[in-house]
């Protein structure tokens, strides 16, 4: 069924207002096509913009529709495999550029709520939660690491102190960054959105692109449009399918569900977080949560490969959230929902060309909040000629995934299964 606007989610009901924008109509001309309004296009588009650049985004739904409208709104540090993989795959000089850009997607993040005066539900502090003792070495190495690369903001919770921040006996211990965090991700993306706006920039929502003629001057085709470019930025992720074979040949899309509860009372949910830091454990198929301004629980996990869609998300996420909260056995459920994002078999980001004037990135394999907001830097300054970040993250090998389309689905979940008996066995 063709979706024509958000998912019923906590995040479309509470979003800030922000104007219809009418479909492409007709043909038209501009620097840069961005195709694509989550975090990754509206970045590119935003940075640009403020460059100076004449952009067009197109949207096949609406702004925030895909994955940045729809996540645990948790600004996590780093990319989805960490530094050190990078370190032993491409060498230190390499490693050395990414891992100056770990920690940057949370600096812009701040830098345009600050700027544009965005209302999402800026919180600082993030927090690694230890299962096991391996996840607790694992973290020790890990704040080294990220420490190495400039991130001194970081503290080791040890089982008395970890539970000063999460009112729960499952962890025995774990990480807070302070240069983590959380926001209200739709919101985010509208005010971003709204921000290029301002500055001349072009949105047209409900207009899927369905065709890319690729020359000296791309053209970037719609149902009822079309738009000459000098160069353009896809960043349709998850929700791309095949309109560019070579794209989604080399990464997987994959579904992860979010329940949020009832608003709880402000001694309830103060004895949950009393910090009000977001969470996520350290598990191979990772839960996620963090309180909303409003003060619900708001509770993601799980994974669906190949991205169909789960008859009750409730029945799939609500024992995690018990077993984390049994002091919410009884709280009501309000809303729930699933949401794709797109793994790579590295799990580490694919930014790219095709030709000489169609950029990419995609593929941030479930942490993207923070990577998006570098990618779109990162493509803004490789169109004004300054190359070395973005041939830093072009350099990356990216590989099919076992079994190619027919069984990478198969395959990926027998891989996830013995990762996750090594997480229950504590291996
Ligand atoms: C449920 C969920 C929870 C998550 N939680 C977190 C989290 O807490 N922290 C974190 O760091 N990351 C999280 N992630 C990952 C993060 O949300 C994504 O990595 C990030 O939002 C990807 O942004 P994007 O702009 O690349 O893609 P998307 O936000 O998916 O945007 C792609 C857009 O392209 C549009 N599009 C696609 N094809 C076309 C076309 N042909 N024509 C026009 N438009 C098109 C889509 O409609 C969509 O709006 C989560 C992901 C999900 C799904």
């Given at each position: ?5 958000h998912?019923?989610s906590?995040y ?7 104007p ?6 007709g043909?038209?001309e501009t620097?840069?096509?961005v195709?694509g ?6 970045s ?7 460059q100076?650049?004449?952009v ?5 739904v ?6 940045s409208?729809r ?11 960490d ?8 060498g230190?000089d ?18 345009r709520?600050?700027?544009?005066g ?8 993030g ?11 694992h973290?020790e ?10 991130n ?28 983590g ?13 709204a ?8 949105i047209?929502e ?6 890319i003629?690729?020359?000296s001057?791309?053209v ?24 560019l074979?070579?794209?989604a040949?080399k ?14 009372s ?8 009393p ?16 309180l909303?301004?409003d003060?619900r ?9 190949g991205?169909?869609?789960p ?12 077993k984390?909260?049994?002091q919410?056995k009884?709280?009501k ?12 078999l ?9 030709g000489d004037?169609i ?18 830097r990162?493509?803004?300054?490789v ?7 973005f041939?830093?993250f ?8 076992p ?8 395959f ?12 229950k066995l504590g291996?």
């Open positions: 069924m063709l979706e024509t606007q998912t019923t906590y479309a009901a509470s979003a800030n207002p922000s219809a924008r009418p479909a492409l109509q043909s038209s620097d840069v096509c195709i309004a989550g975090f990754t296009g509206i590119a588009a935003l940075h640009l913009a403020e100076g650049f004449r067009t985004v197109l949207e096949a609406q702004v925030g529709f895909g994955a409208g996540n645990g709104g948790q600004i996590v540090n780093s990319y989805s495999r530094i050190d993989v990078i370190e032993r795959t491409l230190a390499q490693a050395r550029l990414l891992g100056d850009m770990a920690f940057e997607g949370g600096r812009i993040i701040r830098e709520v600050a700027r544009y965005i209302d999402c539900d800026l919180k600082d502090g927090v690694f939660a230890a299962l096991n003792g391996n996840h607790m070495k973290l190495a890990q704040k080294k690491l990220w420490e190495r690369y400039g001194t903001q970081l503290e080791l919770l040890d089982d008395r102190r970890i539970r000063e921040v999460v009112n729960t006996d499952i962890y025995t211990g774990g990480m807070l960054d302070m240069s965090g959380h926001i209200h991700p739709l919101n985010l993306v509208l005010g971003e959105a921000a290029f706006e301002s500055l001349g920039g072009i047209h409900h207009s899927p692109v369905t065709r003629d690729q020359g001057i791309p970037v085709h719609t149902a009822e449009g079309q738009v000459k470019a000098r160069y353009v930025i896809v960043a349709g992720n998850a929700y791309l399918g095949n309109l074979p070579q794209l040949a990464s997987m899309p994959c579904g992860t569900q979010v329940i949020t509860t009832e608003p709880l402000e001694e309830l949910a103060s004895s949950l977080l910090q009000d830091y977001c969470v996520e454990d350290c598990a191979y198929l990772l839960d996620y949560y963090r909303s301004g003060r629980m708001i509770f993601g996990g799980g994974v669906v490969y991205a169909r869609d008859s009750n998300i409730e029945a799939l996420i609500r024992p995690n959230l018990i984390t909260f049994p919410l009884d709280v459920i309000d809303y729930a929902w699933t949401g794709n994002f797109l793994l790579t590295s799990r580490l980001p694919q930014v790219g060309r095709i004037n950029y990419y990135s995609q593929g941030c394999s479930g942490h993207g909040v923070t990577f998006t907001h570098v990618a779109g990162v493509l803004a300054e169109l004004r000629g300054q190359a070395e970040r041939d830093a072009a350099a990356l090998p990216h590989y099919p995934f079994g190619g389309r027919l069984l990478r689905v198969p990926t979940a027998m891989g996830a299964w013995y990762y996750q008996m090594r997480d291996l």
